[in-house]
């Protein structure tokens, strides 16, 4: 089965400062995808970022970006400049290629981002 | 737009009834997933379906049942034998069949509690 990670209950920042969530997750599977959402005080659920395993480049949207370990099965999300709207519940995910579809999620960090 | 539209936004239920959460998407999607959100617990799977008339159990399937009748719409019930059904449940859809990877995207959740 996979697990994952995310040890960091809660988190704050200060505007326009930078932050790093951190995921890890188990498995013994070579090719899978990893995935952060994020989950506002409106709790729909939207994606961040994706990161293909068999690409060693770290993945890129605009201010987010992550630090993909495949070896130490590290899955990190840093924000950068982080903004007020930032706030919010981010999740890490885990899905393994063959299958196509079935996700498995972490529990959340609960970011805040202080004025 | 396409989208996900998941209703109620919020539902109430009495001791030993029924209650269905509607959820319907008009974005072609072949496979679409419930899931159950509790605090500190992350998101867990119910169920899911990847084509009509078809659907596998998920982690946590116990009193609850589904349907797919058509491809846009994939309804949750929440059985009486589900004994503690207060939480907040979120619908999602992906593609199949164009690599592998492709992201669940949601809708804006339903919050069932009981009388």
């Known amino acids: 089965a996979q697990t994952v990670t995310q040890s960091q209950p809660e988190m704050s920042v200060q505007e326009a400062e930078t932050v790093t969530l951190s995921c890890t997750y188990d498995t013994s599977e070579n090719n899978y995808y990893l995935f952060w959402y994020k989950q506002p005080p409106s709790r729909q659920m939207i994606l961040v970022i994706r990161q293909e395993a068999y690409k060693q480049q770290n993945a890129t949207e605009n201010r987010f970006s992550v630090n993909f370990q495949k070896a130490a099965k590290s899955f990190s999300l840093k924000i950068s400049d982080s903004q007020l709207g930032d706030t919010a519940m981010y999740f890490c995910a885990f899905m393994k290629s063959l299958t196509g579809n079935q996700f498995y999620f972490g529990t959340g960090t609960s970011l805040t981002v202080i004025p | 737009d396409g989208g996900i539209t998941q209703s109620p936004k919020y539902l109430f239920r009495k001791e030993g009834q029924n209650v269905t959460l509607s959820c319907e998407q008009n974005l072609n999607h072949d496979a679409m997933y419930w899931y159950r959100q509790d605090p500190g617990q992350g998101l867990r799977l119910i169920y899911y379906?990847?084509?009509?008339?078809?659907?596998q159990k998920g982690d946590i399937a116990e009193g609850y049942s589904v349907s797919r009748e058509k491809k846009e719409s994939f309804p949750l019930t929440v059985t009486s034998a589900q004994k503690n059904p207060t939480a907040f449940y979120l619908c999602?859809?992906?593609?199949?069949?164009?690599?592998?990877?492709?992201?669940?995207?949601f809708g804006d959740g339903t919050r069932l509690s009981i009388l």
């Open positions: 999602a859809s992906s593609i199949l069949g164009q690599g592998a990877g492709q992201p669940q995207h």
């Open positions: 379906s990847q084509i009509v008339n078809d659907f």
